[in-house]
């Protein structure tokens, strides 16, 4: 499990970096978090596979978050091999209400056939989450006509108001989430919740107590009680290490606050939280006044919820990367790291500062 | 005035090749041809600059020459200076029915808010310029709501019958026209057409005639006669070189075939015609099957317009750059060449295979 950012770059994609996009990938599977213009190329000069992406998250409608997801899926169709045999898995698109009419839009106009089905699930903003201009008219998003030929209905998701949550969805592995922040148009932030894991068996145990490996250690391994020959009865908790905690990722979109108490709850105990610090604190106003954040307020939020680390992202593309940094270059990306690890000195949280092409492994939580 | 090459491979943008973008510059204007996705960082990688841009010639509605737009416009947004005393100038685009739509709604979905004014000049195209599967319907491109607050209304311009080509433009340095290709999705191309320039003066004539330089030698370069104190006429044709013919430079959309007359009228005797060559002669087939054309297809079109340069574009991502050509490699991009080299042996058609940053000069002609 791991998490690769292929644009760090705020605004526009720069040769130095990318536009918003990074990559969530787990057993064969890849997740895209926003798709800002290039992200098709910068997939292609990392050592990720295109065509495992079975799902794209987008956070927002801006276009430096968005303007690549036409082009990927039209290069993700180029990629597939169609078979009568085999029909290619719906790609599962998750973003603001409008997300479904600008793809119908954008693939339809230019005639974009694509070998496979997708479906986008639309989250409906609350009125609170972006100033007055910076929401949709209905009319903007509402008549688009038939859908795209291999569009499947996607469901409109609305707010959760006791969990002030999203669900989007939930399988063998993981709990998604969505929940809500403030920005110049509405934004959400993402959270993936692993299940805990049983722990292993005590298979020194097991044998002491005369079971083989078979079916009763798949039964004790499920949480099942057994009865031996000999009328002793085995409870799953006596032989199991314990529990392995699942993992939780979060990923935030653009955002100069939280809105109410779901990202909170959601960001609970996170172990990775990826958060954007587009300037540095000394710009705190201009960053607000454009609706982003600090080093500082995203360092506010880490504390808020309990992360382990802290990953900042979205940088203006006046930081340049470390490795092109010269010295005397005014705009320095090393002191949004020491901001942030300032605001958090003493918490045990940790910074990390992302770059394109960063990948970040996910490791298995050990036992606590 | 020259050419500049910012994506040459076609279907999408590779680290290799971006996708389908050209950069027309004459004295401090730049006119940019297709917009594919990633165009607005080749543009920062190549020695152009971008707030140079005052019009956009789209030639199809093929998402990799297209998808690159919208980012495109928001970027140079963000380069504008606003002030109250000078309104930036109208970004002229002009391209296919259903581009307008396109725009509307990208920018509009995204909230992006630009700087400057824009207007989008459609062209009709006629029902045969493509397989019926590749045309728009009116609902497609009809009903898009309000303009962008920053659109002016554009002109949709219909094909001169007579003429068989669409008029896009006339200013003091040139006349521009489209013309109708035959592709998968209506295409186009474009004819750039510099006025003659007025030959230049024999000064040492003047003299001996005993002129001075002054109003006199202004009149007889604009063509007027002009009385001397001795009574002698002098018509401006006696002291004036031959006129410089203006130049032509042609760029076409992707296609397999031209449509009708209008291609050749416009693009007769070019300097420059930049023609796609997809794939290798080999694959004459399948580049038909995909609506494209091989170097020989593209030779023929050049020898039929008695063109002095063919510049070969848009090659499949099979296809490397020479730089990064291996020995035993496949696809070999200067067999391109040399297959449409072949083809135009005895005609003096000079060839160029194109690559990304490629600059062409077009100098003023000889006089003959």
Known sequence: MDLTFLGTGSAYPSPNRGASALVFRTEGESW?????????????????????????????????????????????????????????????????????????????????????PYAVHELEPTADQSPLEGQLTPEMTAGSGPLHPQEQPGRTISLDVINDCYYLLEDKKFVVKAFRLYHRVPSFGFSIQEHDRPGRLKTELLKELGLTPGPLYGRLKAGESVTL??????????????????????????????????????????????????????????????????PKVAAAVARACCARRLVLHHFSQRYKPCALQKEGD???????????????????????????????PIPLKRLQ
Request: glycine share 10%; charged share 20%; aromatic share 4%.
């Open 229 to 294: 020959a000999s009328g002793r009865v085995i409870s799953s908790s006596e032989v199991l290490e314990e529990v392995i905690p699942g993992r939780k990722i979060c990923i935030l979109g653009d955002c100069s606050s939280l809105m109410g108490e779901g990202p909170l709850r959601a960001c609970s105990q996170a172990d990775i939280l990826v958060h954007e610090a587009t300037l540095g604190d000394e710009h705190h106003e201009k960053a607000l006044e454009h609706g982003h954040s600090t």
């Open 32 to 116: 895209l978090f926003d798709c800002g213009e290039g992200t098709q190329t910068q997939l292609m000069r990392s050592q990720l596979r295109a065509g495992r992406i079975t799902k794209v998250f987008i956070s927002h409608l801006h276009g430096d978050h968005l303007f690549g997801l036409p082009g990927l899926l039209c290069t993700l169709s180029l990629n597939t091999n169609p078979s009568p045999t085999h029909t290619p898995p719906c790609v599962e698109i998750y973003g603001p209400r409008g997300l479904r009419h600008f793809l119908r839009v954008t693939l339809g106009l230019t005639g974009s056939q694509l070998l496979f």
């Open 330 to 360: 005014e705009d320095d990306i090393t002191q949004l790291g020491r901001q942030a690890e300032e605001a958090l000195q003493g918490s045990g949280i940790e910074v990390t500062l992302a770059e394109d092409f960063l990948t970040l």
